[in-house]
């Protein structure tokens, strides 16, 4: 693929778009190791509530991404699975995590110097 054909392939932003999502990845590497229910996946995750954390299993189940599965009883019972789909998305995420712990503390950094750039230097 040719960077211009990257630039402009629907497919390749819809990919972008789906890992920009900061929940997206998260949610879906949580799932790695088999179903979960949403309380499992909220202490596990930590951080999100639970309005945000059924937002995103809902976008990614309409993505085909993660299945809902209903187990009858009292009380009634819902987990969350990846789909086949789902799963082959695990090998960018962690790709991504790598470069993450590797250069993390480069971007930390550099953020941090764009952050005091404007500061007037301590006084002695």
């Known amino acids: 693929m040719t960077t211009d054909a990257f630039l402009a392939d629907c497919r390749a932003r819809l990919a972008f778009d789906l890992l920009s999502n900061t929940w997206n990845a ?12 949403p309380v499992e996946l909220r202490e596990l ?3 999100i509530s639970s309005k ?6 809902r976008r990614l189940q309409s993505y085909g991404l993660v299945d809902r599965q209903a187990h009858p009883g009292a009380p009634p019972r819902v987990e969350y699975r ?12 962690d790709a991504v995590g790598a470069w993450a712990v590797e250069h993390g ?3 930390m950094a550099a ?5 005091t750039a404007g500061l007037p230097p301590p006084s002695a």
Not at 82 to 93: D, E, V
């Open 105 to 107: 503390d480069e971007v």
């Open 26 to 37: 998260v949610v879906l590497w949580a799932l790695r190791d088999g179903p979960k229910r």
């Open 111 to 115: 953020q941090e110097g764009e952050c």
């Open 45 to 47: 995750i930590g951080a």
């Open 52 to 57: 945000v954390l059924t937002e995103t299993l």
């Open 82 to 93: 990846l789909t086949a789909l789902g799963r082959t998305l695990l090998a960018p995420i």
